[in-house]
């Protein structure tokens, strides 16, 4: 069964740090999405993706966030310089026809 | 605008005990409506979704949710509790105009042996 693959599952950094968190969607999809749970709390939107552009983000992603499909097939989240506050799961989903399919998760620390 | 409410953050049955996890949605277009479950330290799972149809949908490992639009409701439930039900579940909600997915807080089921 295809799957959205991500990696790392755990990554710890140092404050300011730039940190690229890597995913596979599932190879037809066409709508690629990361959200956030920070330790405890909801799964939270940061930015949807499309015909290689953005195509929503929410207020958490500000100019310190930034996605690339850089081939045809990973999808990056990029945090230039990380706070605490980063410390969060990502997960990267993607989709065709309204349905989300998350991959597994990158667990980010920032010490 | 979109979302959703779930009431209860923690939920806790007996073993073999029904189980009903409540969701209210707001949409000012027809919506999608999405269960998913989180087990420990693992990502999230589909449990079940409406689309258009049938208002009662079943999904994986006995759950059902029915979709209400009078009361704006997409209440998970099921009959008979398992150990294996405990996780966290989350509501959600999108539409067939838009491409994002907006989640409920979550709620944590506990199952009592």
């Known amino acids: 069964e295809p799957e959205v693959t991500q990696t790392p599952s755990h990554q710890v950094t140092q404050m300011g740090q730039e940190v690229i968190l890597r995913c596979v969607p599932i190879s037809n999809h066409l709508y690629f999405y990361w959200y956030r749970q920070i330790l405890g709390q909801k799964v939270e939107f940061l930015v949807s993706f499309y015909n290689n552009e953005i195509s929503e983000k929410s207020e958490i992603f500000d100019d310190q966030f930034s996605v690339e499909r850089p081939d045809g097939s990973n999808f990056t989240l990029k945090i230039r310089s990380t706070k605490l506050e980063d410390s969060a799961m990502y997960f990267c989903?993607?989709?065709?026809?309204?349905?989300?399919?998350f991959g597994e998760g990158s667990r980010l620390t920032v010490l | 605008a979109q979302s959703v409410t779930q009431l209860g953050s923690h939920v806790s049955v007996s073993e073999g005990a029904l189980v009903l996890l409540r969701c209210n949605y707001s949409?000012?277009?027809?919506?999608?409506l999405f269960w998913y479950v989180q087990y420990p330290n693992q990502g999230l799972q589909l449990l079940l979704k409406y689309t258009t149809g049938a208002t009662l949908v079943k999904g994986i490992n006995g759950f059902e949710a029915e979709f209400k639009k009078s009361e704006t409701s997409f209440h998970l439930t099921k009959p008979s509790a398992h150990m294996s039900d405990a996780a966290e579940y989350f509501c959600a909600v999108t539409s067939n105009t838009g491409n994002q997915f907006y989640f409920g807080t979550g709620t944590s089921l506990t199952v009592i042996p």
């Open positions: 949409s000012s277009v027809p919506p999608y």
């Open positions: 989903a993607s989709s065709n026809t309204g349905e989300l399919f």
